[in-house]
């Protein structure tokens, strides 16, 4: 079981916003950021969003991070068949001296 | 362009050890924070270690703790991670990551496979 709280899955049509949710608790939150990766099957990781809202040089504007309290968001506006792929969450675990991850939610396309 | 490519994975029995390297180019390797991140067949991603950048400071996760060494060597550019005491459930595929507070650049992975 994942330190971070992600939902397994979400889905929309294309054109659709829909968002993906990330639930800690203070030890890791604090005042740790957040990042999200995004992963396509059989290929590595890649950054997508760091330090809970900002976007790596070539990641399109439809993705956006937020953050609140001990939750976190990602969302996709204008979705597009090229987003389906698994969106992970991570910071940094001030009590497990750890980076931790959510378990991972796959984004499906309609 | 930054540039990770690991090596070193394969089959190995339980109880064995296997040693992963990383070579990185493109980048002044010894300014970075280097990491092991691993991720098992149809699962998710886990954190396994990290190394600074001049070797001093050293972080495990617990299912880590005394049974891997992660190391580097600034003068090949070469990042390492030598796994012992390895267990069917370290089975994986494991990336070597750049990044102090966020994970910038992955390399492609190597499968490590535990299993007699």
């Known amino acids: 079981q994942s330190v971070l709280t992600q939902p397994p899955s979400v889905s929309g049509p294309p054109g659709q916003r829909v968002a993906i949710s990330c639930s800690g608790s203070?030890?890791?939150?604090?005042?740790?950021?957040m990042n999200w990766y995004q992963q396509y099957p059989g290929t590595a990781p890649k950054l997508l969003i760091y330090?809970?809202?900002q976007r790596p040089s070539g990641v399109p504007d439809r993705f956006s991070g937020s953050r609140s309290g001990t939750s976190a968001s990602l969302a996709i506006s204008g979705l597009q068949s090229e987003d389906e792929a698994y969106y992970y969450c991570?910071?940094?675990?001030?009590?497990?001296?750890?980076?931790?991850f959510g378990g991972g939610t796959k984004v499906t396309v309609l | 362009e930054v540039q990770l490519v690991e090596s070193g994975g394969g089959l190995v029995q339980p109880g064995g050890s296997l040693t992963l390297s990383c070579a990185a180019s493109g980048f002044t390797f010894n300014d970075y924070w280097m990491h092991w991140v691993r991720q098992a067949p149809g699962k998710g991603l886990v954190w396994v270690s990290r190394i600074g950048g001049d070797a001093y400071i050293t972080t495990y996760a617990d299912s880590a703790k005394g049974r891997f060494t992660i190391s580097r060597d600034n003068a090949k550019n070469t990042l390492y991670l030598q796994m012992n005491s390895l267990r069917a459930e370290d089975t994986a595929v494991y990336y070597c990551?750049?990044?102090?507070?966020?994970?910038?650049?992955w390399g492609q992975g190597t499968l490590v496979t535990v299993s007699s």
């Open positions: 990551v750049r990044g102090w507070n966020k994970f910038d650049s």
């Open positions: 991570s910071t940094w675990d001030d009590t497990l001296v750890a980076w931790v």
């Open positions: 330090s809970n809202n």
């Open positions: 203070r030890s890791n939150f604090g005042s740790n950021p």
